[in-house]
């Protein structure tokens, strides 16, 4: 289910990189609560998360493992969250 894999992805993403959970949704989702909400298992828009998904991908920092329960789409950019990354 994508919430779930979005729970997976957000919490390898902030414990690889360092940064916040609200740095991470407000980058991502453009909404520093987005991810909040989806972490407390409230509703979130589809759309939202599978761009959140796309984002995690294209931005998954390097040397840090993606989660093997999740598959993973292909890369296509990289952004940058509180100076980490690649642009």
Do not use: I
């Not at 902030?14 to 959970?21: P, Q, Y």
């Not at 998954?60 to 950019?77: M, N």
């Amino acid at each position: 289910m994508l919430s779930d894999d979005l729970r997976v992805l957000a919490a390898a993403y902030v414990k690889a990189t360092g940064v916040s959970l609200s740095a991470l949704s407000k980058e991502s989702a453009k909404n520093e609560r987005f991810l909040f909400r989806l972490m407390r298992s409230e509703g979130v828009n589809l759309k939202k998360a599978e761009g959140v998904f796309r984002w995690l991908s294209d931005n998954w920092p390097d040397g840090a493992a993606w989660p093997s329960q999740v598959g993973r789409p292909g890369q296509v950019k990289r952004s940058r969250v509180n100076g980490k990354g690649k642009p």
